[in-house]
T-cell receptor
């Protein structure tokens, strides 16, 4: 599975949009982009995933570039509770059997400030 | 709906002692996983299971054993704990197909002295 690169930390003002970038320049055509987050002292939490098209759910939006070499997770109105480490992961297929192949990097530590 | 529950939440062991970490999920998931998380490193997969009665090695399996006697439970055992096994352990589960995101427990903080 492809490796991802994320900035180690970011800041965002409460109420503003948080845009978290991820580079996955070696992604293959059948690899999905997944985003998880981990709030301090808790287990990781799934946010969203996508293959080619932009995706949106109740938590966030995922924008994937046309060449699929990078993506951006958007939290439209960040709150203090969104302070967490955000992980971008690429994985082959939607078959959960490939969860075993996930490579978790260090993610981006997002601080939402009042 | 409890989701994924890990017990215990905290434990201190002496070197050489043994213990079992229990993971229980109530979502009827086929797949279950055990990860460890250490400072400065991402989550690393220890063992996983694709169904009741089956287990397989992950990225860092040495020093650990697992069992999946019931679909809802996945046990992680340390036969002879070592200080290098001091870590935060996370259990996760997921469906085989469809909704393939993993659901994680709250973690077990283990210290081996």
């Amino acid at each position: 599975d492809a490796k991802t690169t994320q900035p180690p930390s970011m800041d965002c003002a409460e109420g503003r949009a948080a845009n978290l970038p991820c580079n996955h320049s070696t992604i293959s055509g059948n690899e999905y982009v997944y985003w998880y987050r981990q709030i301090h002292s808790q287990g990781p939490q799934y946010i969203i995933h996508g293959l080619k098209n932009n995706e949106t759910n109740e938590m966030a939006s995922l924008i994937i570039t046309e060449d699929r070499k990078s993506s951006t997770l958007i939290l439209p109105h960040a709150t203090l509770r969104d302070t967490a480490v955000y992980y971008c992961i690429v994985r082959v297929s939607e078959n959960a059997g490939n969860n075993r192949k996930l490579i978790w990097g260090l993610g981006t530590s997002l601080a939402v400030n009042p | 709906n409890a989701g994924v529950t890990q017990t215990p939440k905290f434990r201190v062991l002496k070197t050489g002692q043994s213990m079992t970490l229990l993971c229980a999920q109530d979502m009827n998931h086929e797949y279950m996983y055990w990860y460890r998380q250490d400072p400065g490193m991402g989550l690393r997969l220890i063992h996983y299971s694709v169904g009741e009665g089956t287990t397989a090695k992950g990225e860092v399996p040495d020093g650990y054993n697992v069992s999946r006697l019931k679909k809802q439970n996945f046990l992680l055992g340390l036969e002879s704990a070592a200080p290098s096994q001091t870590s935060v352990y996370f259990c996760a589960s997921s469906y085989q197909r469809g909704n393939t995101e993993a659901f994680f427990g709250q973690g077990t903080r283990l210290t081996v002295v």
